[in-house]
């Protein structure tokens, strides 16, 4: 009789604790929101801009991996790639796109979803790629960054120039895959003629043609190089700024990145202040702002970078009011 009486306890014990059982299932933690990244590139190249953007995330109340999850998406360089990349982060049904690297990951996404928040960084006026129509109140499902990259070349050609002055002919570098390629072409040649110096065009879409670049420039004999904005041109930056140097040939690039990875001159906008900036913004999103609250932001900040260890490795002398006019100096 105990021992009957015993389980007997036991089983109106265990019916009690079972009548917890449902609530405890079913109160189901909220799911975790992810972030789609769509980008041109490729991630080791652009390790440190993701670094920024993710401490940017992290203050505004999203860390990755505990309360909010990242896909990724990288063309690897192959722009064709990116609708159907696009097309993958849709499916997955993510709150918000980033879409960065150059002026082909946004168009891609926007072509893709119209109600997918979209976070663009773009070298090109985003009003003339069609995906805003407002710069103060977004009307559509993107915003993001603008920060002039394609609009520099002429300010870059001048800094060249006064480097070296009796430079007569000087290549441009441009990827014919970037949809931003003729309108830097025209704007650097046009700048070129007022001073009365040639423009040799020179284009490259890959690694190898990078090299076939540099040995026509060799051939052509051009006294300097304009490495025009390309993500591609970003990701092969050591490789660029070794070829100058082999081949003796002062380039000035669009990033700071290249002239600290052995380039002789960079004069560009800051690329980790758009990271920062695209971090901020999808922080925001995720917390419910609405894109018509948040304006398309066009970078302020432009860094002059001079390499003098390139310049001594090319038998340059910088002129003392050049070096006074820069950003930074790296000795």
Avoid: C
């Avoid at 041109?40 to 920024?52: C, D, F, K």
């Avoid at 070794?242 to 000035?252: D, F, G, M, N, V």
């Amino acid at each position: 009789m105990q021992f009957d009486q015993l389980k007997r306890r036991e089983f109106i014990t265990l019916l009690g604790g079972a009548a917890t059982w449902p609530l405890a299932a079913g109160a189901q933690q909220p799911a975790m929101p992810v972030i789609g990244f769509l980008n041109v590139g490729s991630p080791g190249p652009l390790a440190h801009l993701i670094t920024v953007l993710r401490q940017k995330l992290a203050e505004t109340g999203y860390v990755e991996g505990r309360n909010v999850a990242i896909e990724y998406r990288w063309a690897e360089g192959q722009i064709d790639r990116l609708p159907a990349l696009a097309g993958e982060l849709v499916r997955r049904q993510v709150a918000v796109i980033i879409a960065s690297g150059g002026n082909s990951a946004a168009p891609a996404a926007k072509a893709t979803t119209t109600t997918i928040p979209i976070v663009f960084s773009v070298t090109d006026d985003p009003v003339k790629l069609g995906l805003v129509t407002n710069f103060a109140r977004p009307d559509s499902n993107a915003t993001g960054v603008y920060f002039f990259l394609s609009d520099l070349g002429a300010k870059q050609l001048g800094l060249l120039h006064e480097l070296v002055p009796a430079a007569a002919r000087i290549g441009l570098l441009v990827n014919p895959d970037n949809r931003n390629a003729e309108a830097v072409a025209t704007d650097v040649t046009a700048a070129a003629t007022a001073i009365g110096v040639k423009i040799n065009i020179v284009r490259a879409s890959d690694r190898d043609a990078i090299d076939a670049a540099f040995a026509t420039l060799v051939r052509s004999k051009a006294d300097a190089l304009v490495v025009g904005p390309d993500p591609l041109f970003y990701s092969r930056r050591l490789q660029l700024a070794t070829l100058a140097t082999r081949h003796a040939i002062p380039a000035i690039h669009p990033q700071r990145d290249t002239a600290e990875a052995g380039g002789l001159m960079s004069y560009g906008t800051s690329l980790t202040e758009v990271y920062a900036q695209i971090g901020i913004y999808t922080g925001r999103i995720l917390k419910g702002a609405k894109l018509h609250e948040l304006p398309v932001v066009q970078s302020t900040k432009f860094e002059f970078v001079i390499n003098l260890i390139a310049a001594k490795a090319l038998g340059l002398t910088v002129p003392p009011a050049l070096l006074a006019r820069a950003d930074e100096v790296i000795e």
